[in-house]
C-alpha cells in the first residue's frame, strides 16, 4: 500500500505564494502520474495540475501561469508551487498519486492540507 502526505499549506496574503509537497512512502515499484486537486467551499474536487511519469503537465485554467506542479522521483516527491495567489485559491488541497505496487497498478489520495489565502 501507499501513503501519501500533504504539507505546505498556510495563510498568505493574496499576490503572497506557497510551495506544497507531497510525499509517497510505501512498498512502490513505480509511481506514474501524480496531481494536486483542491476541494473549495463547494465540496467539489477538482483537478488543477497533473504531470507524467515523463514530465508532461496541464494545469487547469484557473492556475495555469500561476501555478507549478513537478516531481522529485529520486524522493517520490510531487510538489505544487503557487504564486500570485488570489482569494479563489482559498481550498484544501490533494495530492493524488498512481501507483504500482505489490497488489498492483493503484490510484492514492493524501489526506489533504488547507491554504487559505486572505484578500
Known amino acids: 500500500q501507499v501513503q501519501l502526505v500533504e504539507s505546505g499549506g498556510g495563510l498568505v496574503q493574496a499576490g503572497g505564494s506557497l510551495r506544497l509537497s507531497c510525499v509517497a512512502s510505501g512498498s512502490i515499484f513505480s509511481i506514474s502520474s501524480m496531481g494536486w486537486y483542491r476541494q473549495g467551499a463547494g465540496n467539489q474536487r477538482d483537478l488543477i495540475a497533473h504531470i507524467t511519469s515523463s514530465g508532461t503537465t496541464n494545469y487547469a485554467d484557473a492556475v495555469k501561469g500561476r501555478f507549478t506542479i513537478s516531481r522529485d522521483n529520486a524522493k517520490n516527491t510531487v510538489n505544487l508551487q503557487m504564486n500570485s495567489l488570489k482569494a479563489e485559491d482559498t481550498a484544501v488541497y490533494y495530492c493524488?498519486?498512481?501507483?504500482?505496487?505489490?497488489?498492483?497498478?493503484?490510484?492514492?489520495w493524501g489526506q489533504g492540507t488547507q491554504v487559505t489565502v486572505s484578500s
Open positions: 493524488r498519486s498512481i501507483a504500482e505496487t505489490s497488489s498492483g497498478r493503484r490510484l492514492y
